[in-house]
Structure formats: C-alpha cells, structure tokens
C-alpha cells in the first residue's frame, strides 16, 4: 500500500546499522568538523568589513553580511525564474538535489545514523529522491511567493520535534558506547523527524512541489 507520504516528491530513507563503532561515535563531535567546514563554506553566510565615521567623528569599523551563500542565492534565483518564466532549470536541481544529499550525509553522521564518514559524491547508507518538477505544468508560478509563510505550521512542529531528537541522539551516544547499538526506536524517530523536514525544504525552499507536505514522520 502506498501511503502519501511514500508518494511525495522528496523521499528519505537511511540504512539502519546492525552496529556502530564506539571509538569514532565518542569523538563524533570532533571528526565531524573537516567536512562541517566544507558544508559551511558552500552554504554560510559571507563577511566582510565596511568602516564608517559615527556622529562624533569617531572611525568605527563593523562587520557586514555580504549575501546568503549558495543555498539562499539558489532559492531566490529559482523563485524569480518559476514566478517570470515558469521555468526549473535542470541543472540548478541537480546541484540542489546532491547538495541536499551532502548535507543529510553529515547529518546522519552527526546523529550518530551511520558510521561511514560523509562523502562529496557517493550515496552511501542515506538514500534521498526528489523529483524534478515540471514547472509550467505542476508549480503554480506565484505559490513560491508565499509557500514559506504556509509552511509555518510545519516549522513550528518540526522545532518542538527537534528538541526531542536532540534527547534522542544524546541517548543513542550512550547507548552505543555501552552496546555498540542504535536502539532502533530512537534511530526510528530521528530518521523520521529528518524525513519530515526534507520534505517542508522541499516544498518550501527548493520549490519542488505544490503539494503540502504531511505531517507526518513516516
């Protein structure tokens, strides 16, 4: 039987591991942080310093932001091209779909998911698909104008489930340190929080369906 959420147009699925290391899940915090800095640099936010002269003449020099990064840049260009020429690019999904898979591979690192180090390019143990969009036939071209504001019920839900992931990985870690195991309700339970957030980024921020996503973790 195929459920709605089985259906939709981002679908998220990640292996379940018989066992985990326990030496690399301790430092988990620690081995993360090379390809937390690659992840970084492609989707944070630019610095840069602008110096002004106040009211009492003083020289300040302050900090600016100097635009969104390339996950921003890529929303807002692919709006403007759905909302002026009903038009997705095929090769700004490719980027935003393996970009996506990069980033949930260091998320499942980083939660404990998987013991496989994440990788720039292969599949590994996460498995995403998302669906490229037809945009004249099925994206409405003003929807994308205001899909952030309707998905507000669904960020709401996804930060009070969040938290409790939170107190889930925390559990997990211990529980691997003392069996070499992720108790598989909570795995269940992360894996499905996660799951639900792919697809209210898929709606919202990639602009890749109209439907509404479920709530659902399944």
Not at 19 to 39: E, Q
């Amino acid at each position: 039987m195929v459920t709605q959420s089985d259906s939709y147009s981002a679908r998220l699925d990640i292996d379940y591991p018989e066992t985990l290391d326990r030496f690399t899940t301790f430092f988990r915090l620690i081995w993360i942080i090379p390809i937390a800095i690659v992840a970084t640099l492609l989707s944070g936010t630019g610095s840069s310093t602008a110096t002004v002269i106040s009211e009492t003449g003083e020289v300040v020099t302050k900090a600016t932001e100097s635009g969104g990064g390339i996950v921003a840049g890529l929303f807002a260009a692919t709006m403007l091209m759905i909302v002026f020429r009903q038009r997705y690019p095929r090769w700004w999904f490719d980027f935003a779909r393996e970009f996506t898979r990069f980033e949930l591979r260091i998320g499942a690192y980083l939660a404990l998911l998987t013991d496989q180090y994440p990788d720039t390019e292969d599949e590994q143990s996460v498995h995403l698909e998302l669906d490229y969009p037809d945009a004249k036939q099925d994206l409405n071209r003003w929807l994308p104008l205001v899909k952030w504001l309707l998905a507000i019920p669904h960020y709401i839900v996804l930060a009070v489930l969040a938290v409790v992931a939170v107190f889930a990985v925390l559990i997990a870690w211990f529980a691997i340190l003392f069996t070499g195991r992720y108790p598989r309700g909570l795995f269940d339970y992360v894996v499905g929080v996660t799951r639900w957030g792919v697809r209210v980024q898929a709606y919202s921020m990639l602009l890749l369906t109209d439907r509404y996503p479920p709530f659902s973790l399944q």
